[in-house]
């Protein structure tokens, strides 16, 4: 696969995300439509931000698994959450899923008035294979 995780000279550095994401040749792209803490009855698994986001990286892995794919194939997620949560109980979710030895995606983060009803985090993706 042709992509390179790049931290420019200059720029914060983080272990958590990338500032961007190349991807230097064709190659297959899936493009994840908003994923939020909902099992596959359509129920909101819970009331917290943890709950809800250990659902949305089991329905990401999914997704990416019916492509042969993994979760370490993602380049770029957009995290939507709603004001007034823990934003850090979902950065442990994605501490306890994401392989430290896979370079982060560059993420974008925006916090909402409200999602859906009982919704706290969103999270839509990008990933090259």
Do not use: C
Request: charge should be negative; proline fraction near 6%.
């Amino acid at each position: 696969m042709a992509v390179r995780h790049i931290n420019p000279e200059g720029l914060h550095r983080s272990p958590a995300f990338s500032q961007a994401v190349v991807v230097e040749q064709p190659t297959k792209t899936i493009y994840i439509g908003g994923q939020n803490g909902v099992d596959a009855e359509g129920e909101v698994v819970g009331p917290t931000v943890r709950e809800q986001s250990v659902q949305v990286f089991r329905n990401l892995a999914t997704i990416l698994e019916s492509e042969g794919a993994s979760l370490a194939n993602i380049v770029h997620w957009r995290i939507a959450t709603v004001e007034g949560n823990s934003f850090e109980e979902g950065v442990a979710a994605f501490q306890e899923v994401w392989n430290r030895e896979d370079p982060p995606p560059a993420i974008t983060v925006h916090v909402v008035s409200a999602l859906g009803p009982g919704v706290l985090v969103e999270i839509d993706a990008v990933a090259v294979v």
